[in-house]
């Protein structure tokens, strides 16, 4: 059941957050709209079938079979801002006036297209956003390091070409040890975030008074120009894995592809997001 809490006649919001370790966190403010809670959740495309492996042709021709495909996203916002397309902010928070955000974490299994809900309600008005934002982290955006026992992406496949068969695992995360080596840490919050930060996504979402926010991912995106044919082997000679770091061209793609907003990540507003 969707649940939305509208505040007709309520006074213009500002909340100014102290999320994710106080970064400047996300700021819901607008002059006009009704302040509602909404329900929000996340899924993977809709052509996933949970418990079914989903399989798709890369960029460079190969064939890859999905068994496990689990994100964590930690926290997402939509804005008012039009933004230019190519621009980026200069800052891990986007110009503007964010009108809506979902502040608590969820895992997504992206191999099942069932909407699969946020633990908290949204929070937001009932205007037009323009750009959103999607924050992958396990704890404070700006920490330096985050637990490596918590990856932000997990997965498990296959990769064939040619008669070449790679089994292929992968457990990502985003910390100053391996993605800014050779940072120092005096500073490290605002060049951290934006790595951790997928902004700005196109996106052109009402927020409403009845339904919900629904955040698909489209794990085959991960997988662009992704060559499986140049990733080291395992230890004990099983199968091949992606690095935790961007040592080499798979792993740096497939790291770049994540936080990137090219078409990965779209939001829609559901009338029903059972």
Request: net charge negative; aromatic share 6%.
């Amino acid at each position: 059941m969707i649940r939305s809490k509208g505040l007709r006649g309520a006074p213009a919001l500002r909340m100014w957050l102290l999320l994710a370790g106080g970064l400047c966190g996300g700021c819901v403010g607008t002059t006009g709209g009704e302040v509602v809670d909404f329900e929000a959740a996340a899924a993977g495309p809709e052509n996933a079938q949970a418990g079914t492996p989903l399989e798709f042709t890369t960029s460079l021709n190969w064939l890859v079979t999905l068994t496990a495909a689990r994100l964590h996203v930690g926290a997402v916002y939509l804005d008012e801002s039009n933004l230019t397309s190519g621009a980026q902010p200069t800052s891990c928070i986007l110009p503007g006036t964010y009108v809506a955000q979902v502040t608590q974490g969820l895992d997504v299994d992206l191999l099942s297209a069932s909407p699969q809900p946020f633990p908290v309600l949204g929070h937001g008005t009932t205007l037009l956003a323009r750009a959103a934002q999607v924050w992958l982290t396990q704890g404070p955006i700006g920490d330096a390091e985050q637990p490596p026992n918590a990856p932000i992406l997990t997965l498990v496949g296959t990769a064939t070409r040619a008669g070449d068969v790679r089994p292929f695992s992968a457990k990502l995360t985003i910390s100053v040890s391996n993605r800014l080596p050779n940072s120092g840490t005096s500073q490290v919050a605002p060049p951290i975030c934006k790595k951790r930060v997928v902004s700005p996504i196109t996106t052109s979402v009402q927020v409403e008074d009845h339904g919900g926010l629904l955040l698909r991912v489209d794990p085959s995106k991960l997988f662009v120009n992704v060559d499986f044919g140049a990733l080291s082997p395992t230890s004990d000679g099983a199968g091949y894995a992606f690095s935790d770091d961007s040592s080499d061209q798979p792993s740096a793609n497939l790291y770049q592809n994540l936080v990137s907003a090219g078409g990965m990540y779209t939001f829609s507003w559901a009338n029903n997001l059972e």
